[in-house]
């Protein structure tokens, strides 16, 4: 006979175990779920999102007649959430690179990882939305639709960029302005300062000069007229006369 009682134990065993692993496997996921949930989201609200999903369900107003919502606006307003998907993108494509290597080692949390990937699928999930509605107005234009977008980001990000530099024109111009006038004022000073040492050195002669002048005065000698010629002209004369 067949002892089943030998066989109950261990599988009252393995049922206790396998129950025990789906339990903590169930509650470890909610946990997860749920802290996932508590963190803070990594971008702001989509508020283009927001404004074009209110457009697409605008309620009208009671007692009055509804009217629909031209689909100029809301294409529009499409476009204009795409331009922010792509921002979003770009932000994502180059943090990945960096958060990476720094969750390697071990410079941030999970929490920072946890946040970065839920906000990837975020993307993901609205870059396929965005299709599917383009591809509503107008069949084709979701495979176009992200190519407009992106020009429409990078012309917005020149345009920030241009008012920037407006913004600090007119500081830069002011400081040139009075950096111009120190460095102006300086020259002149040092030209002043030259021409006058100029003068004073031309109005006052030198040490040498001066000594050099009372030098020549003392050596100067005076001769007589005829010179040591003449004197040795009238000798010879006299002792002419003597031998006569």
């Known amino acids: 006979m067949f002892n089943w009682l030998g066989l109950l134990m261990p599988i009252a065993y393995i049922g206790v175990l396998v129950g025990s692993l789906a339990t903590f496997s169930s509650l470890y996921r909610k946990r997860k ?33 509804p009217t629909p919502v031209p689909d100029s606006v809301l294409r529009a307003a499409l476009l204009r959430r795409a331009t922010e998907d792509i921002h979003r993108v770009l932000e994502i494509r180059g943090a990945k690179a960096a958060l990476g290597v720094l969750v390697q080692r071990g410079s941030v949390g999970d929490d920072l990882w946890q946040r970065f990937q839920r906000a990837e699928q975020e993307i993901e999930e609205e870059l396929r939305d965005v299709v599917t509605e383009a591809n509503a107005f107008s069949p084709g234009w979701g495979a176009s639709i992200f190519q407009t977008a992106n020009e429409m980001a990078s012309n917005i990000v020149i345009r920030k960029r241009v008012d920037e530099i407006q ?26 300062e030259g021409s006058e040492a100029t003068s004073t050195s031309q109005r006052l002669p030198t040490a040498a000069a001066v000594a050099e002048k009372g030098g020549s ?28």
Not at 227 to 242: C, T
């Open 33 to 65: 779920a749920a802290k996932a949930a508590s963190l803070a989201p990594w971008f702001e609200p989509h508020i283009p999102r927001n404004i074009y999903l209110s457009l697409l369900h605008l309620e009208p107003t009671p007692g009055q007649k």
């Open 167 to 192: 913004a600090k024109a007119k500081a830069e111009t002011e400081w040139w302005e009075k950096k111009r006038a120190t460095i102006q004022s300086e020259f002149m000073k040092e030209l002043n």
């Open 217 to 244: 005065d003392e050596d100067t000698v005076f001769v007589e007229g005829g010179g040591p010629a003449a004197v040795g002209a009238k000798g010879s004369a006299k002792k002419k006369k003597g031998k006569k």
